[in-house]
């Protein structure tokens, strides 16, 4: 029986591994190499009055001061998730939210006679703002006839949330090296944080087995975890632009993995099980710890990106492609060796207090188009993909939980129409996502909880997808 009492905690801990997030792409946010719609978001030329470019080589085009406010006025989201933790059971995650996204100013200079700009810049990214809840109430046989009879009353519930956001300090220069070469640094500093909870109960009450029992025992399997960190890192982006014709613009931009500065995290994790009989054996068991001051070891990894413009009379075709590396399994917090189960066995059991994460390497392409459809007016559309960085195969993680909660891979339209004037540019427009996963790994099931599956239920593949809109706008003043 001991190895019963050793495998039960591991199987049980072992199943949050499973959980999958849209927190795991890279492309979500509008200022990017195919953002196109937000100014600056381009690998190679586009026209801008300037402000801060993602190719910090294309601040050489900036030909006065500017400044400019970036983001969304309103934006929706909707993920759901169809049979979340059974049949009928749908996970379902609303909200909306107003974020201003990117602040900056651009400042060109002369010094020998080459053209020289500094930008710098403040970038938040809302990575994503998870949260659901759903719960079964039924009579219905649940634990074995032998020593409880019938069918029992069954209550289970399960909560999860996760948000992640980003917050960044950008610094850019850019120089023209030659009439058709210009070069360009961004230094950037990243704020990372992150916010997630798995909260998961499962109750049967024992009918009475016989006229001396006196009341019913519950039988009752629990979990929740909470993980909590901010880390800071730094990072920098190098980036070449050519103008190889008048028509014809490239560009090549390749931005290192973020190198941490500092970071410290908070765990916290119960698991509790009473009264659960397996092989006539009931079974009873408490884990509880909590640690604080944690160190993080958040990372993302190198990428390299490049773009193509073809400038036209009335407009612009524009094309991007960025590859981000593969990145290993990781501890994302890393626990220190403590008691976890209880009564305390003088081993250390903390790889269950684990939040990990692991990366496959991906390729995104994004294209865009400009038109001018009036001598003030110009139309703005651009199609990218943003493939998910999930990696299913947690191979080298067999405990704790994955960071992310979504998995599936994402589409993303822009479209818009920006009004030039002498002293501004205004953009409006619309953002609309989309993406969809028919084979979403549940990690709870509600349908079919006994003492067979430790009333986790036999969790299966569902049907998992993401709507997203917004009203996006921005402002370029030019001074």
């Not at 002369?110 to 403040?122: R, V």
């Not at 995290?265 to 009989?277: A, C, D, K, R």
């Not at 993080?296 to 490049?306: D, E, F, M, Q, R």
């Amino acid at each position: 029986m001991r190895i019963l009492y050793l495998l039960l905690p591991v199987w049980l801990l072992a199943c949050p591994a499973r959980l999958h997030a849209q927190d795991a792409n890279y492309w979500t946010a509008g200022y990017g190499p195919a953002g196109f719609f937000m100014p600056g978001a381009v690998i190679a030329q586009n026209r801008d009055s300037g402000v801060l470019f993602y190719n910090p080589a294309l601040l050489v085009n900036t030909h006065g001061s500017t400044s400019s406010l970036s983001g969304t006025i309103y934006q929706w989201q909707s993920i759901f998730m169809k049979d979340g933790v059974g049949a009928g059971l749908p996970l379902r995650s609303n909200g909306t939210s107003i974020v201003p996204m990117v602040a900056s100013h651009a400042v060109p200079y002369i010094k020998k006679k080459l053209p020289f700009t500094l930008a710098y810049a403040i970038v938040h990214t809302p990575v994503i703002d998870y949260n659901v809840s759903q719960q079964r109430d039924v009579v219905q046989d649940v634990l074995d006839n032998s020593y409880s009879p019938g069918a029992e009353t069954y209550i289970g519930q399960y909560k999860a949330s996760n948000r992640v956001d980003q917050t960044s300090l950008q610094l850019a220069a850019g120089m023209r090296l030659t009439p058709g070469l210009s070069a360009g640094v961004t230094l950037e500093g990243i704020v990372h944080r992150q916010n997630f909870t798995v909260d998961f109960i499962s109750r049967a009450m024992m009918n009475p087995a016989g006229p001396d029992t006196v009341f019913a025992p519950i039988t009752t399997v629990s979990e929740n975890y909470t993980a909590s960190y901010r880390q800071i890192g730094v990072r920098t982006r190098l980036g070449l632009a050519w103008e190889i014709s008048a028509s014809h613009h490239a560009g090549l931009l390749v931005t290192t993995p973020v190198w941490k500065v500092t970071g410290r995290g908070t765990v916290v994790s119960n698991l509790e099980v009473n009264n659960l009989i397996v092989a006539q054996v009931p079974i009873h068991l408490l884990a509880s710890g909590r640690q604080t001051r944690l160190k993080t070891n958040w990372k993302n990894p190198l990428s390299i990106a490049a773009g193509y413009t073809y400038l036209h009379k009335k407009g612009q075709l524009y094309a991007c492609i960025e590859y981000f590396a593969p990145v290993k399994p990781y501890q994302v917090i890393n626990p220190r060796p403590a008691a976890f189960i209880r009564p305390d066995t003088g081993s250390s059991n903390t790889t269950y207090l684990q939040l990990n994460d692991a990366r496959k390497g991906i390729l995104n392409v994004g294209i865009g188009a400009s038109y001018e459809v009036a001598p003030a007016f110009m139309a703005f559309l651009s199609l990218r993909t943003d493939f998910s960085y999930d990696d299913n195969n947690l191979t080298a993680l067999t405990d704790g939980y994955n960071a992310n909660v979504t998995n599936w891979d994402l589409y993303h339209v822009q479209l818009g129409v920006n009004m030039r004037r002498k002293q501004y540019y205004l953009r409006t427009g619309l953002l609309l996502s989309y993406g969809r996963n028919k084979a979403y790994p549940q990690t709870f099931n509600f349908d079919h909880p006994d003492e067979r599956n430790f009333l986790i239920g036999n969790p299966r593949p569902i049907t998992a997808s993401t709507v997203q809109a917004g009203l996006l706008v921005s402002y370029i003043h030019n001074f």
